[in-house]
């Protein structure tokens, strides 16, 4: 892999990490309504499974979309300025933290009912099989989701219409408090792939490189009709499940064992080791992503918010 | 022609006039297969093949939800469902997904869908005899329409296909005239005319379909047949009934039905969906507020008991509304 | 007692006398978890083990489902879904078959089985917003609660683990009074006094919450609240207000609103639930049918405007009734 | 096995095929509401299935019940009053032909919905459980309904807890009008479950032996705390989807090669070949059969309707 590659992939993995983080520290000041559910320690599998997108492709997310949708491309600021409700926001303060997205760049709103984007994703992938383009669409979901049938269907449909749909399982080990292995019987979750002649693959979450290397194999294949493919992503969250979840039900061992796995971490210890860059140069560029952050704060602040009777429009097209 | 000829000629027109279209849903068109349940879709995929006439397989989540993700993108798909009750099945992709993705997403995406129910009791079992529309009508971001003509059916199909909105279509398995194997037993299958020349129906602008005097009578599809029925008799001993087809529910035409009710001072409505919430609840109230002044008598419901549709026809009859249960209502109406 | 100390101890009683009752849901008791989203099942598992407090995968078809065949077959379930909205995912179990099991079987079949479910606005966006009481009203077979107090839902949940049919509960995520954190930000948390000696609230049996004579205003869950702080500010200005809880839904405890009607003349109805076919649509239907000639002035109904719900708090506060817009409304129908 | 079971399996197919033809004869007379969905050369599974259960042990059904139904031990008479909308059937004619079932005798009223019963036979797995029995369900379903998410999710959650349930699967080629290869892309339903950690199983269908031999090991692990299988059971209907439905989507090759299969004749020829009993014997039981089926016919024909008010009660228990 090339190694501006690699370094892109950090910078990208540095601003949902920093993104996330403010966004915790300004929901824990009480300036944001509602619930945040974050991706802090899996940014390798937003930015590994699209970093290779084109604008035109699609991506399907859940109810922890922050990393999904930056790295597919929504504008930093409109992200911001949704979490702060702000008509500027992409979703006009409509959405709010579940729904993000922006379709212009083929963030299909995220939909906040576990594995409910799954069916979506195939209707997109059959959209695009349908209009003759070579676009795919990266369907985004967690290990809890592969529990619900509307995987089970969405699988298997994809599989014989031979979509151009790449399944992404984020197996962080637990769907909210409950631990995968109480609520699946097998060891993987990328098993279930045979049940629907559809091949699957384990990969490890944490570590970029290798997430990239699995995805631009599995959109290559869809592109070229070779259909759809389930990547399980090995993963974890370093914060809770939602807002100030104190994560009481994992092991701290476990914990450690993550943590020390952290892809942000891996991934700038990898460029220093390989000197793609030197420390001065990745403080440079790191400095600058918090900068573009504190002018989203900004942003998002200044803007303004939708007056009450805007509540009343688009419900139809 | 009857409705389910003239549902598939709305379908071929829209498909032809625009690649966009197309149809999805279980048993559809397989070769030597029915055509759905009902025969709507028999046939189609000689013209537009199988890709644009898609056999699912029976995964209701997926259908419905497929068909948001295809009109997210640039599609126009028709879903289709072989009995209503099986909306229940999707009811999450409707209702959270279908109905919600254009505000959800402050107007920037679009849901031109269609799904396609048919609906009505006809001795299946409670399982396959429900009227869901008061369940739709009840989810912000739906259309719903109900035509109960093959006139109407095909121009509000058309208008339907051309929303750019999710819509959902009731059709009555008693109205469509489905031929062959398919048809039912005691159908009503009216044909009607239908004109050559190209025509769509806007949503929202009711029907009236006999003029009267005394008492306005707002029924959907096959009720609005029993409607017509119990309106014969009436006639015969003096009772004069306007009888209104709303041909939708989502938008609804309480402007034709208001204005009705300031010369019959009286209404009616009748509605094969079980009585407590269902549409007629939400008509019933809504005129009991806005036109409260004009009545001179409470507003009538008569709906399907609040029981499961039974089995058995001697129960299943008395359960739904028959002309002669709207005939004795309309009487005690001008008693009252 | 907090709501959701005291449905915990519903439970907890009620689990103790019958060893055939037994939870199921997700997250409901994990070690270290939240005991369900809204607290209400944290700890019971130290007691009665997690066989009993079952945690279930994310799969709301088996969830109820699985409740159903247990209830059909000697056991008693109190299954859980961590917010209203998913009830959608599970639908077509709680509609075909928990609702009409009974019937279907010719009466020989009972489903004693609980569906707990949270609802109401608390700005998590339109997918976990919505009150879906006017979709289960409509579905016979059903009973339908919605306990304000403490009080209430002890007793009323208990009455429904005993009652031999299907009951949901719709509790409000504003009320639970959930600590810790599951805190909910801007909960109303009423807390209330609850008698240790064993007690059960019969179904169908609204209560009194306000006494006046001028309006009745008939609310459920946080409207309650909603209502009660508007009836404060009316009766500054001499208006008196009526408040009327009817605690469940179906049944409905219609003879308590008819009697205050009888004294007010003036009925409006308060929902959180969207307005197109809410409950309300049928209290206001009922009664505009059966009380007609006690009514002055048309019934009204408040409810959430025909929208998804909105993220933006600005937006959702506008959306949901608040107590000025009651305060409004009431006025305005008094000068009607 | 010995040979006596499996003469008194053959005259209960040899009832269920007889049952189901006379409903068709009646049927197409007109004298019966609604509509059928017969089990004309799925005997074997319903007997193979069923034959060694306790009355204690549970049956879930589908759309397609009667055989199950029967050999479950629900009444000749109450089934077909059922048919005949009598209030002497086993639903008091409220259910109709795709409800039938008596819980007395452990026939779950027949759900209709696709897959719709296999959550409740999960249900019914963990009542069996929870109260200590060593009751056992056996879920049937077809091969269309492995494709709904109700499939996956039972499945997983009768593997995980564990649950004395077996799930059948008739895989009788066809979902209504769909051919199973056209909406699933593996070879054999029994693969899917490896994906919930559950043994699969594919048995012929059609020879009532080999099913009752899969059935009685499956059932004895259910039993013995061993958890629940699956069983794919390949075989075919002699008879329409539905009603007077032709088939015209079957290849009449495949027909020709599966009617030659019959688990009927199959089993009468196994009896006669290895002088279980002889032609006569056996024409002689068959005859009993015969009347017993007219009996039944006689018996709902006398029966009371159901008053119309009748349909007001059992809204609730
Ligand atoms: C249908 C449905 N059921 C339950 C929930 C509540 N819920 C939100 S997130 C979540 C856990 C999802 O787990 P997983 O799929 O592993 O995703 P993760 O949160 O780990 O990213 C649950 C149960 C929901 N949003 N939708
Ligand atoms: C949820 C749902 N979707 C669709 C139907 C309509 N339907 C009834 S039977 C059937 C085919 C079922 O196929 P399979 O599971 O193979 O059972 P078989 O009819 O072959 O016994 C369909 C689609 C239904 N009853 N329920
Ligand atoms: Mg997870
Ligand atoms: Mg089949």
Redesign the pocket.
């Known amino acids: 892999m090339e190694n501006e590659k690699i370094v892109s992939m950090y910078e990208q993995m540095f601003l949902l990490r920093n993104y996330e983080d403010k966004i915790y520290f300004l929901f824990l000041e009480g300036v944001m309504p509602g619930t945040i559910?974050q991706s802090q320690g899996q940014e390798a599998s937003a930015v590994g499974m699209l970093f290779d997108l084109r604008k035109a492709d699609y991506m399907t997310s859940?109810?922890?979309p922050a990393g999904h949708c930056l790295a597919k491309g929504v504008s930093l600021n409109s992200m911001m300025a949704e979490m702060f409700a702000k008509s500027t926001g992409c979703c006009k303060g409509k959405g709010g933290a579940m729904h993000t997205g922006d379709i212009s760049v083929g963030a299909i709103p995220a939909i906040?009912?576990?594995a409910?984007g799954m069916p979506v994703a195939v209707g997109v992938g059959l959209s695009c099989k349908m209009r003759k383009t070579d676009n795919v669409v990266v369907c985004f979901?967690?290990?809890?989701?592969s529990n619900?049938g509307a995987f089970h269907e969405s699988m298997n449909a994809a599989a014989i219409w031979n979509l151009p749909v790449v399944f992404v399982c984020?197996n962080?080990l637990?769907?909210?408090s409950t631990h995968i292995h109480q609520v699946i019987k097998i060891t993987d979750l990328a098993e279930r792939a045979a049940a629907y002649g559809m091949s699957g693959e384990v990969v490890d979450g944490n570590d970029v490189i290798k997430v990239n290397d699995a995805a631009t194999k599995a959109i290559e294949k869809a592109r070229t009709g070779g259909g759809p493919s389930f990547l399980e992503l090995k993963t974890y969250?370093r914060c809770g499940?939602s807002r100030n979840d104190a994560c009481g039900y994992r092991d701290k061992a476990e914990e450690k064992e993550w943590f020390d796995k952290d892809p942000v971490a891996r991934s700038r210890k990898y460029i220093l080791d390989n000197k793609l860059r030197t420390e001065k140069e990745l403080e440079k560029l790191e400095q600058n992503i918090l900068q573009q952050i504190e002018e989203a704060v900004e942003y998002a602040k200044a803007s303004p918010s939708p007056l009450p009777e805007d509540a009343l429009t688009n419900v139809y097209y | 022609m009857s409705i389910a000829e003239s549902l598939r000629q709305a379908i071929a027109e829209e498909m032809r006039r625009d690649p966009r279209v197309f149809c999805l849903g279980e048993d559809i068109d397989v070769e030597g297969g029915f055509g759905g349940a009902f025969t709507v879709t028999l046939g189609l995929s000689k013209e537009f093949g199988h890709d644009r006439i898609l056999d699912t397989p029976i995964s209701e989540i997926m259908i419905a939800g497929a068909a948001v993700g295809a009109a997210m993108t640039g599609m126009i798909p028709i879903a289709d469902v072989q009995y209503g009750d099986f909306l229940f099945c999707m009811m999450d992709q409707l209702a959270d997904n279908a109905a919600k993705m254009t505000y959800m997403s402050g107007g920037t995406v679009k849901v031109p869908m269609v799904m396609r129910a048919p609906v009505g009791a006809t001795t299946r079992g409670a399982q396959h005899a429900q009227s869901l529309e008061g369940f739709f009508t009840h989810i912000p971001g739906l259309k719903i329409i109900c035509p109960s003509t093959a006139y109407d059916a095909k121009g509000l199909l058309k208008t339907a296909i051309r929303d750019d909105n999710p819509v959902i279509v009731f059709e009555h398995k008693l109205l469509y005239g489905s031929k062959g194997n398919r048809a039912e037993k005691s159908a009503l299958s009216p044909v009607g005319e239908v004109p050559d020349e190209e025509y769509l129906i806007p949503f929202g602008v009711g029907a009236i379909r006999r003029e009267g005097t005394d008492i306005t009578i707002v029924a959907t599809l096959l009720m609005v047949y029993k409607a017509m029925e119990a309106a014969e008799i009436l006639e015969k001993e003096g009772i004069s009934v306007e009888v209104i087809d709303p041909r939708t529910l989502v938008p609804f035409d309480y402007e034709m039905v208001i204005n009705s009710i300031k010369k019959t001072s009286r209404l009616m409505i009748v509605e094969e969906d079980t009585k407590r919430n269902g549409w007629g609840a939400e008509v019933a109230a809504q005129i009991a507020e806005d036109a409260f002044y004009y009545l001179d008598a409470p507003v009538k419901r008569v709906a399907s008991y609040d029981v499961p549709i039974p089995f058995a026809p001697v129960m299943e009859n008395f359960v739904v509304p028959s002309a002669s249960r709207i005939v004795e209502e309309a009487r005690s109406i001008m008693k009252a």
Not at chain 1, 141 to 145: C, H, I, L
Request: proline share 0%; no cysteine; hydrophobic share 25%.
């Open positions: 559910h859940t109810h922890r906040a009912i576990t409910g979901f967690g290990d809890g989701a619900e984020e962080n637990y769907g909210a969250r499940h």
